[in-house]
């Protein structure tokens, strides 16, 4: 699998880079033909421009959508809106489901209505509600105008249900059958079809209210007697999802039970949709990333390229709050301005002291976040355990590095009261960031909010800060 996703990558790779030497060719080239004096000069400029975007546009038609939207996101603006420009207009609308956010926001911001209808009017109903959010309202009416009644009604009921639910990773198009028919018959019907859609790994089996009694494996209608009813053979306790289910918990049903599509039914037991591993796959590495980011403290998804301004908006919060709580550390070091000037040595250790500190916290923090996001940290009594756990971790590591900084304390300044003064703040400070890496997170998912966001931040502030306290302290007590 490693050597898979590596060839994978690998390949990727050259595919930008061949990209990025054609684009730098074709604006060599021209540079050059530029500056010749030459008869006919704008007819050859113009014939070798031409074969320059024949190059790119045939290296771009058969990359995947995938591929397409990698090198996208790894280009200048201004090199990517000229890549864009080349991609085949039937291509747009799956292209754009691939790019991240804030590089679907600069390609959607290029392009006129037509193109954006068009490029929407090329997918299916479940795709087209991924996109609409990021598309303007005056297309979004004029591509419902566009669509037949049952589309209409499936992509609004599609917009209707909230991010993060199954209702809105759920699409329409899967294959029904009865369960009284038989084996054979079912057979031919899908031959008849022709086409089954993606990712379909059994049939859903419907009574004639539509409401779902179960669902038939491909491998079971293989494998068994032609001649047996389809009720017979079917699974009739299936793993079903509700629209307004979190997605979050979708993903982790499909994750234990190693799914790969999975019926959605309303309150009244009506097959009303799917959800499959492909949509599963994509959440789930948007959750990743978007988690990634939150515990950094950025807002939202940043584009590479994004212009200075886009950039300092999405980062400036959490640097405001960052400043504060310097601000804060420096003014607990103030009050122990006395103690540093009689004992400059303090000055070069406490720093060592925050920084273990901070990071034995983010790791707590990391873990934490983890356990609540997979649903493994609930009720009170595992909040207890685990502090305590923690708390036992952060004595022995205190007890560990401390006493082996305290030992080398003592050694460059000839001070063991130095090198007792420093386990002790390596032990309390370590206490404090496995207190504050539980308490944290916890306390903003049971305020409703999500943990991961600024989290390292905060953690990081108060280990700067109790650390320097306790161990300035210390020293003014005992030093």
Known sequence: ???????????????????TDLLHKQKLIENLVQKQDMPRHELVENLVHKQNVAALQAKLDELHPADVAYILESLPLAERLQVWDLVKAERDGEILLEVSDAVRESLIASMDSEELLAAAESLDTAEIADLAPDLPQDVIQELMQSLDAQKRARLQSALSYPEDTVGALMDFDFVTIRGDVSLEVTLRYLRRLGELPDQTDKLFVIDRDDKLVGVLPLKRLLIHDPEASV???????????????EAHDAAQAFERYDLITAPVVDKQGV???????????????????????????????????????????????WLAVNLVTAFIASRVIGLFEGTIAHLVALATLMPIVAGIGGNSGNQTITMIVR????????????????????????????????????????TLYGNPELGVVMTAAMILNL???????????????????????????????MTDSGGFFIFLGLATLFL
């Open 1 to 19: 699998m490693d050597h898979i996703e590596d060839k994978t990558q690998e390949n990727v790779k050259q595919s930008l880079q061949q990209v």
């Open 231 to 245: 009720a017979a053979v079917m699974i009739d306790d299936p793993l079903s999802l509700h629209p307004e289910d």
């Open 271 to 317: 097959l009303i949709g799917r959800v499959t591993i492909d949509e599963v796959v994509d959440y789930i590495r948007e959750e990743s990333s978007s988690d990634m980011l939150n515990l950094a403290g950025l807002r939202e998804e940043e584009d590479l390229f994004a212009t200075v301004k886009r950039s300092v908006q999405n980062r400036w919060s």
């Open 371 to 410: 356990a609540l996001a997979t649903g493994q940290l609930q009720g009170s009594s595992n909040y207890r355990k685990l502090l305590f756990k923690e708390l036992g971790v952060a004595i022995v590591n205190g007890m560990i590095w401390g006493g082996m900084i305290g030992l080398i304390a003592f």
């Open 431 to 461: 206490m404090l960031a496995a207190f504050m890496g539980v308490t944290i997170p916890i306390m903003m998912h049971r305020l409703g909010r999500d943990p991961a966001v600024g989290s390292s931040v905060m953690i990081t502030a």
